[in-house]
């Protein structure tokens, strides 16, 4: 599996993204899916996630924020980040798992001004 992550840019608070994820080769339906971050010497966290079974989770800070969602059809999986602030500027990384096989993407890069 190979991950494509696109729809970074340069975006002022308040603004808007979306990103994109396509995953190349097969199980992207039972695979667990996760977009990832990080920003100049900070550790990655994790944003957001989505299981196979739609099931979705997000870290505090982009909580009402920001979505998770797939397109099984499409092998793709996408955020949408809403209301965006200076501190969401990062590096943002597509995830790929499924029974141990774990795939990152390249990343794309998400600045926000003030």
């Known amino acids: 599996v190979q991950l494509q992550a696109s729809g970074g840019g340069l975006v002022q608070a308040g603004g808007s993204l979306r990103l994109s994820c396509v995953a190349s080769?097969?199980?992207?339906?039972?695979?667990?899916m996760g977009w990832h971050r990080q920003a100049p010497g900070k550790q990655r966290e994790l944003v957001a996630a989505?299981?196979?079974?739609?099931?979705?989770n997000y870290v505090d800070s982009v909580r009402g924020r920001f979505t998770i969602f797939r397109d099984n059809a499409k092998n793709t999986v996408y955020l949408q980040m809403n209301s965006l602030k200076p501190e969401d500027t990062a590096g943002y990384y597509c995830?790929?798992?499924?029974?141990?096989?774990?795939?990152w993407g390249q990343g794309t890069l998400v600045t926000v001004s003030s």
């Open positions: 995830n790929f798992r499924h029974r141990g096989y774990e795939r």
């Open positions: 080769g097969s199980g992207f339906s039972r695979a667990n």
């Open positions: 989505i299981t196979s079974n739609y099931i979705v």
